[in-house]
Structure formats: structure tokens, C-alpha cells
């Protein structure tokens, strides 16, 4: 059968044109049709008057919730989803450029490269930014040095004396100033 | 009726005009689809999957998929009508994937929903063959079962089912003329059983 259609591509057409004629609702015509075309194409004009829709019973429900759920979409801002990135980007520009001239930031670290009063509000930036800076920051930045405790004779000897005042500055001895 | 809406009922009735509109569509205009589109999708599901449950699930997926996806529909690369059907045959091979293990096909509501225009004695006629049609139908191989749905309850053109399944338009003509044919002998083999059976 297979060999002898690929011979008879007329005959498939022909055979086509009566089914689009059967499926727009017309009656195809039965001549030039071998018998059992015939009957094939009678069987198709019996299987086009099928309808299962008329068996739904949700086919009210379905459209009352699409109704529902179509006038929520329309009354919403209809977006192409094309738009969205573009409008991201563009929202994303608009907040670094922002940021870039801010004129109100004025901690350095948060300072606008851009901004010219960053520099006049905040001076400890353009000391970061100076060629001497970089002691000054290394200097800040190492740890205090140690506060040297009171001499040890002293404390000890307001202890054991009570009732004598404590020396505060203790004078150095005379003979450290005398000359040899 | 909105001119959008007008397009898409244009469309929908007459299913051999080319579609050549690149609007968008409003979501409002979805209620139309919806009209002009049910029966067809659903008799689509209903033949391809045999169970008016199953069908009514899966024709309410497929409308719930096109609604949620409505804007990204670009009119200019296919029909209207060849994207919802692109939807449908997605979820029904899913669907039939997932139950692949079910042979059997129940089709007992056919029956208990005949035709109310029809007289009980047509109706029960009627039905009685569209039960038969339908389950020779689920005999043949799933190609078949799909250009056939495609083509008598979905009413696309031979084009548009090319565009759907990856076929080319004389392919899916010559798969139809084979599966029409083999549909009729399936089904007189169903008919000559039930006359020996009945004898």
C-alpha cells in the first residue's frame, strides 16, 4: 500500500482537498473516488460530526475564572516582558548615577568621585589622599604606647611613710647637675 | 467587539485564512479566545486522550497556560491558533507520557451524556458511534491518533499541523490518507465483531 501511494501523490491530494472540504462542514464529492476512498472519506465526514465539547461541564466555570483572571491582568500595568530588563537597567543607572553626584556623602569611604563638597565636608579625605598621608595613617594606626608607671621608691615610700607628702616631681640629684 | 477580538474570531471560524497580524493582544481580549477556541481544544484532548475528565483538566491547562504566557505570543512567527494547539499537544503528550501504563480507555461517559437536540433514539445511535470511533481511534499509533485530532477536532489545515508537529505538509497529507483508511478497517473489524458477538 505504502509503494503504491508514493505512485499516486494526485491521488493523496485529492484525497486531502475532499477532508479539508469535510472539515470546513461541506460535502465532498464522491466521484473519482475508488470505493474504499469512499468509504474513507465517509468515515471522516463521520468523525468531523463528533464533538465531545458539548459533554463539559466546566466549560462555564473555566470561562467565568478566565474572565476573572484576564480583567485582573487588564485592569493591572500591562509590561512586555521584553521591557523588564531594559527597564532594570535603567533603574540601575539611575541609582548609580545617583550615587556618583550625591553631594551629601560625606564619609570617605562613601565619597562620590564626583562630588566636590565630599572633599570641603569631609577634610580627613583629601589627608587620605595626600602623599604624606600615608605616615600619618600608619602612625594612627599603630598601638599606643605603653604609659610608664611612677618610680618605684616613691610609691613605696609614701607607704611608708603615710603621713609625709608624696613627691610629685622628685628634683634630681645635685650631683647630676654639677659639673666635674 | 474589539478589533482584536474580531481578528481572533475571524480566525478561529474560518480555519483556512492565514493569520498575518503583529499586535499584541490585551489580556481582555483572552475571553474570546477562549469562546472561539474551547471546543476545539477540548475535542483535540477529548480524542487524543479518551477520558472527559482527563480532557477537562487539560483543556483548562492549556488555557491556563496561554493566559500566563499570553505576552510573549508573537503573532508574526505562528497563528494564533497553531501556538494554543502547540500548548495543547505539550501538555496531552506529557499527560500521556505520565500515563503511559493505562490501556484501558474509559469511555462509559460518551453514553451518559447524549445529545439533548437529538431524539433519545438518534442520540443513543450517535453516541454508540462516536463510542466506536473513538476507541478505534486510541488504536492507532500516536502519529496517527495526533494528525487525525489535529485535523477533525482541532479543523487545522494540513500546513498548520506541519507547522505544529515537524512534519512537512505532504507528509501529514499522506499521513492522514493512511490513517483514515486504517481507521475504517479497525473499525468495520469493531463492527463485525460486535455483529458475530450479537449473532
Known sequence: MTSEMMDEPEKVDQF????????????????????????????AHRLSQIDPSRESFTRENLRRQIAQRASR??????????????????????????????????HPTMAAPFSATAYVLAPSAVTVNSPHAASAVQTQTMPPKPIPTPAAPVVSASYENPGSPIPVNPQPSSASHTTP | MSTKAEFIHRTSTSFLEEVDDTRLFDPRDFLAVYDAYFPRVYNYIRYRCGDM?????????????????????????????????????????????????????????????????????????????????LT????????????????????LTNRRI??????????????????????????????????????
Request: with cysteine.
Open chain 1, 73 to 106: 491582568l487588564s485592569r493591572g500595568r500591562y509590561y512586555h516582558p521584553k521591557l523588564i530588563p531594559w527597564a532594570a537597567l535603567v533603574v540601575i543607572a539611575v541609582l548609580i548615577a545617583g550615587w556618583a553626584f550625591n553631594p551629601m556623602s560625606s
Open chain 2, 136 to 155: 478505534a481511534l486510541a488504536c492507532l499509533d500516536e502519529r496517527g491518533q495526533d494528525v487525525l485530532s489535529l485535523k477533525f477536532a482541532a479543523r
Open chain 1, 16 to 43: 486531502n482537498r475532499a477532508l479539508d472540504q469535510i472539515v470546513m462542514g461541506r460535502v465532498p464529492p464522491q466521484a473519482g473516488f475508488a470505493p474504499e476512498d469512499q468509504r474513507a472519506i465517509s468515515l
Open chain 2, 162 to 199: 506541519a507547522e505544529i508537529t515537524g512534519l512537512s505538509e505532504s507528509n501529514v497529507g499522506v499521513i492522514l490518507y493512511r490513517a483514515i483508511h486504517h481507521l475504517r478497517e479497525i473499525f468495520d473489524d469493531q463492527r463485525n465483531d460486535g455483529r458475530t458477538r450479537e449473532g
Open chain 2, 53 to 133: 475528565v482527563v480532557a477537562e483538566d487539560l483543556t483548562a491547562a492549556v488555557f491556563e497556560r496561554a493566559l500566563n504566557h499570553f505576552a510573549t505570543y508573537r503573532p508574526e512567527r505562528a497563528p494564533f491558533g497553531a501556538w494554543l494547539f502547540t500548548i495543547a499537544r505539550n501538555l496531552v503528550s506529557n499527560h500521556l507520557r505520565a500515563e503511559r501504563n493505562h490501556t484501558w480507555m474509559p469511555l462509559d461517559e460518551v453514553d451518559s451524556h447524549p445529545l439533548p437536540a437529538l431524539s433519545p433514539e438518534d442520540a443513543v445511535i450517535q453516541s454508540q458511534t462516536e463510542k466506536e470511533l
